[in-house]
């Protein structure tokens, strides 16, 4: 390792930060938190008035700088210059990859790259003791330190999973490999069949059982739900003496769903058709990688187990390897009716497989959002209104959110005011209050922006922070309420937190994407905004929509243009966007048309109570948009601030 190297270890009982070998002490939380910060996170640069707001979210900018440069100058007293890895500039901070580096990430590459040198040493941690000593540094701070435990767990379990799925794996060394994944989760049953397997097999059936036990033990109290069929299977078959298979018993466990419970997808095990020497290993990374995107979703919850006694969605996936390729048909179905939900069929080659595997599992990911969103909400509309349980309450809810009209949202504020209300705990309701508390102003031409809107979006957004701090919802919705009250900085913390939390969700992307291109964050803002176009998912026009505004604001105006042409007017306002984008390309008549079309547009839909004249119009259109960089805005409104032209 470099000499110049800053090495963070978050994996001891205290945190520890060395740089070129020295044990760096600050003694001072704020000073740990910073570095700690900048080294975890993957940004190459960040400005010195975004970390200010992050540490210090509760005082005045001014403040925050100050305590931010006094915190500075005291790692600069301690550790002197912290060159090539981390460099202090006058306005914003600058990171060397290459000369930072962390236990977790160390741990990792371990297991994926070495896993012969892998100790139970390495295994011994408990990610909720991770930086728990910074999470009273500040709230958005803390919402990090919960983010970045499950990154790490993420990142682990997986590299832990793939070993296991690995041919002539070492017995001791695959039980230690087991019980790590037992402790970071004890229903994980693929690490359960292998210890019941290895304890078999060495003599210990009793030991077998007992984990047997303890697994049904805690499905049946936590979850109501029994083992899966193989583990059933497996535990018959260990009792016997033998592995053959077992029926699984009679009297299947009834679960009735809470009423806050969001339905389930069971995904089962992937299976290869022919060649499974070669095929196995690789189903089995696939799966760890779908599971992965699929259980960052909020609006379901993913299980390793077949729910008992209850309606669920079971995804399917079928592997196989031809001369130099492999062939995979994922399926999804409901299981009350066997219907298929959705399916998908590709081929890719060997070669590429596990560089493009992530890429294909985050595309499944967000077209399955799509179609089990579709499904949930046509099944709650053929229910009966007193028989929808507060999850589904909150599923109409959310289906009413994309018809972009004053009477559908005045309908769903009024039953998610009532869902929270009656269900305070119920964090999704919080969540989508402030979403709409968000963005009123723009669906209701006339309707102006106010504190009273932006406060009740930031106390619901708090709310459902304090309930879930790992939902990405949560965090999108934070990041736009402080945006709207100028919080740029902060904002920004949270657009990264909620992109990195959930980037297979289409909606996260793209709005998130608007997000960074407000907050004149330009290149993140077209790299997801690009990367999103490659998806094979199709864009909605509410989607291209807000591309359009993306790349006007990046100074794309060609793809700018190609966006606006097919958002049309999902929203209302794109005609005033795109009369600037054709005035800029100068396109003067095309520019008048939709800019009259604008107005004209404004005018049917206007809920203001004064008359919607051309200037009262204007003046609505200037306060939806918190655009940071003024000069932006400048340019934006210049061509609309003069009457259309009649033709």
């Known amino acids: 390792m470099d000499v110049n190297t800053l090495e963070i270890s978050l994996l001891n009982s205290v945190p520890e930060i060395r740089y070129r070998g020295d044990l760096v002490q600050l003694n001072s939380k704020k000073a740990e938190a910073l570095l700690i910060y900048i080294a975890l996170t993957k940004e190459r640069f960040f400005r010195r008035d975004f970390l200010a707001m992050l540490l210090w979210e509760d ?3 001014k403040l925050a700088r100050d305590n931010l440069r006094q915190t500075l100058a005291r790692i600069k007293r301690t550790c002197g210059e912290l060159r090539p890895a981390i460099e202090i500039q006058r306005s914003k901070i600058l990171v060397d990859a290459k000369s930072v580096a962390n236990d977790i990430q160390t741990l990792v590459l371990k297991i994926t790259e070495q896993p012969e040198d892998l100790r139970p040493a390495d295994l011994n941690f408990e990610f909720d003791r991770i930086l728990a000593q910074f999470d009273e540094v500040g709230e958005a701070f803390s919402s990090w330190i919960h983010v970045a435990r499950r990154t790490a767990e993420d990142n682990i379990s997986q590299g832990l999973l ?13 039980l230690m490999v087991a019980n790590a994944l037992l402790r970071i989760d004890p229903t994980n049953e693929t690490a359960v069949r292998f210890k019941m397997q290895n ?6 059936p009793a030991v077998a059982l007992r984990a047997y036990n303890e697994l049904y033990d805690l499905l049946d109290r936590e979850y109501d739900v029994e083992p899966a069929p193989e583990t059933i299977d497996l535990n018959a078959a260990i009792k016997l003496g033998s592995f053959a298979s077992a029926n699984a018993p009679s009297n299947p466990i009834i679960h009735r769903p809470a009423n806050d419970e969001p ?39 993913v299980v390793d187990f077949r729910p008992q006694g209850r309606d669920f969605y079971q995804l399917d996936c079928q592997i196989a390897s031809r001369q130099d390729d492999i062939e995979a048909i994922v399926t999804v179905r409901r299981d009350a009716d066997g219907r298929i939900v959705w399916s998908e069929h590709f081929i890719t080659g060997y070669d590429n497989w596990r560089t493009t595997q992530w890429r294909i599992a985050r595309q499944l990911a967000l077209a399955i959002n799509l179609s089990l969103s579709t499904d949930r909400l046509k099944s709650c509309l053929r229910e009966r209104p007193e028989d929808r349980t507060t999850f589904d309450k909150w599923a109409l809810c959310n289906g009413l959110n994309s018809q972009w009209s004053p009477d559908a949202m005045n309908t769903v504020i009024s039953n998610l005011e009532e869902i929270a209300k009656t269900s305070p705990q119920f964090g999704l309701a919080h969540s989508h209050l402030a979403e709409y508390y968000n963005k009123r102003h723009l669906v209701y031409p006339g309707l102006f922006r ?7 979006a930031l106390y619901h957004a708090k709310q459902s922070m304090v309930l879930d701090p790992l939902d990405t ?7 736009w309420a402080r945006t709207l009250n100028g919080e740029y900085d902060v904002a920004e913390f949270h657009f990264q937190q909620a992109f990195d939390l959930n980037p297979a969700n289409l909606n996260v992307r793209i709005s998130c994407a608007l997000g960074f291109a407000f907050l ?21 026009p509410v989607h291209w929509a807000y591309m359009q505004n993306i790349y006007f604001l990046s100074g794309r105006l060609s793809d700018a ?19 600037t984008v054709l005035k800029e390309q100068g396109d003067i008549d095309g520019a008048e048309r939709q800019k009259a079309r604008f107005f004209e547009l404004t005018r049917q839909n206007w809920h203001g109570e004064a008359e919607p004249d051309d200037q009262k119009i204007l003046e609505w259109f200037a306060q939806c948009f918190p655009i940071k960089n003024t000069e932006k805005v400048e340019g934006l409104f210049r061509f609309m601030q003069r009457s259309p032209q009649p033709h």
């Open 520 to 540: 004149d964050n330009l290149e993140k803002a077209c790299s997801i905004a690009d990367e999103t176009r490659k998806m094979s998912v199709p864009l909605q």
């Open 263 to 301: 339905p389930q997808i069971f995904v089962s095990d992937f299976t290869v058709s022919n060649d499974p020497s070669k095929s196995k290993m690789l189903a089995q990374f696939f799966r760890s990688e779908v599971l992965s995107n699929l259980s960052r979703f909020r609006e379901w919850s």
């Open 199 to 204: 304890l078999a097999f060495r003599g210990e």
């Open 561 to 579: 243009k190609q966006a606006g042409d097919i958002a049309d007017d999902a929203i209302l306002n794109i005609p005033a966007w795109q009369a």
């Open 450 to 456: 106010s504190k009273e809107s932006v406060a009740k």
């Open 59 to 61: 005082r005045d900018l």
């Open 473 to 479: 919802h949560t965090h999108r919705v934070l990041a």
């Open 162 to 174: 793939g070993l296991l799925a690995k041919p002539n794996l070492d017995p001791n060394a695959g």
